[in-house]
């Protein structure tokens, strides 16, 4: 039996994300999945909880679609530009219909690390000046069983389903990055299901050359989706660079609803993938954010040294 996990991104959402699920879409400011995102709002899923430390314009986008009943997060905005209108529309004033649950980055990362360690808990020096434990009553205070004071405490966080996006993968999932990590790590590894979205496929042996660029093995990965551009307009280290006019175009957009509402249908949900996507972008808005020369790293030579 073949041992391929690839499939395409329609797929792999319409079997592995389930309504009511705990969606953790992650990647810090580097490699966001928007193309998951878009296909999650494509297919209508309802009730999610979103996780993502430092939501930004994706999960702006995908609670505007009406994806979402609850966010888990830290530090929540348009980064560079401001804030995330579509949230704010439905967490402030009297008709609020998003729960949220908030952390200190370090409190997301530490949720994650627990949950993919199996912990009950991870303890955390952090919060002793801050109000978030009043404003979220699972950040708790506990005695250390070593009888050296007190610390905090936050519960394991287990997605039912963890999206990374990657420069590469192998057909059974074995994932590598380079270039600014957040926690993808941890967060698939606490997940039920993953799956890796990436901008190109490579053959076992490239995997096995550079072994120490893996941060995610195939071992815990359900689907494989080859999707270029897939992080626009996030950034890719080493395929294309941020977008920093869509982030300050969605700052408009976002502020109107009806605005909103139309850029959905037109880039999502009259889009049948990301292909289409990529073409509707054009080719000279997508060739603008290409490196402008190679960057090389050192060669590692992991043989016998002579």
Known sequence: MSSSKVATMRDAVGALVRDGDTVAIEGFTHLISFAAGHEIIRQRRRDLVLARMTPDVIYDQMVAAGVARKLIFSWLGNPGVGGLHAIRRVTEGADTSLELEEYSHFGMVARYAAGAANLPFMPLRSYF???????????????????????????????????????????????????????????????????????????EAVIRADPNRTI??????????????????????????????????????????????Q??????????????????????RLRALLPSGPAPSGVVDYGEYR
């Open 129 to 203: 000046e801050t109000d978030l434990p009043v404003a979220n009553p699972l950040i708790r205070l506990i005695e250390s069983p070593y009888g050296d004071g007190t610390v905090y405490a936050v519960p394991p966080l287990k997605p039912d389903v963890t999206v990374i996006h990657a420069q590469r993968a192998d057909a059974a999932g074995n994932t590598q990055v380079w270039g600014l990590l957040g926690c993808q790590k941890e967060a698939a590894f606490a997940a039920d299901r993953v799956i890796v979205v990436v901008e190109e496929l490579v053959d």
């Open 216 to 261: 995610v093995p195939g071992i815990v990965v359900d689907a494989v989706v080859v999707e270029p551009w897939g992080a626009h307009p996030s950034y890719v280290q080493g395929r294309y660079d941020r977008d920093n006019r869509f982030y300050r175009d969605w700052d408009a957009i976002s502020r109107d609803p009806a605005a909103t509402d």
């Open 263 to 284: 850029w959905l249908r037109d880039w999502v949900y009259d889009l049948d993938g990301r292909a289409a996507y990529a073409e509707k972008l054009g080719d000279e």
